[in-house]
């Protein structure tokens, strides 16, 4: 199966670099999804949560805002702000969630960019 590298990054440091068989990105015209093999381009990001599906798993990172550069073998991604929200730890999922929470509700955006984007995270308890 065909995989592109993907490397999030914030100025705290590396949060995620691996193979991924696809991820989906919150674009500042929408959200769009990254496969092997795609165009290249460099967008920005708003407010919203990247969608990481591994090859035996799937992975979501809440973000407030960054860049991507996608190329046919790898997305790199630049964000100011990311909070993991799958963990293995019960205690430790509730306590992401609502830093996520947090860190959305600190970007000013439109309500219903803030009330879609916590929605999608409150998905992940």
């Known amino acids: 199966m065909d995989t592109i590298k993907l490397s999030i990054v914030t100025p705290n440091g ?7 068989k696809s991820v989906t990105l ?6 769009f999804g990254v ?8 967008s920005s990001l708003t407010v919203g949560v990247i969608e990481i ?9 809440a973000i407030n805002w960054g860049h991507v550069k996608v190329s046919e ?3 790199d991604i630049l964000v100011d702000s990311a909070i993991a ?3 293995s730890d019960d205690s430790a999922l509730a306590s992401n969630i609502e830093a996520a929470k947090k860190l959305v509700e600190s970007v000013q955006d439109s309500n219903s960019t803030i009330a ?3 929605a999608k995270i409150s998905s992940f308890a």
Not at 35 to 42: D, G, K, M, Q, Y
Not at 53 to 61: F, Q, W
């Open 73 to 75: 073998k790898a997305v």
């Open 26 to 31: 919150p674009g500042k015209d929408g959200e």
């Open 14 to 20: 590396e949060i995620f670099n691996g193979d991924v």
């Open 35 to 42: 496969l092997p093999h795609h165009s290249s381009l460099v």
């Open 53 to 61: 599906e591994e090859l035996n798993a799937t992975e979501a990172v």
């Open 116 to 118: 879609s984007v916590s």
């Open 85 to 87: 929200l799958q963990v």
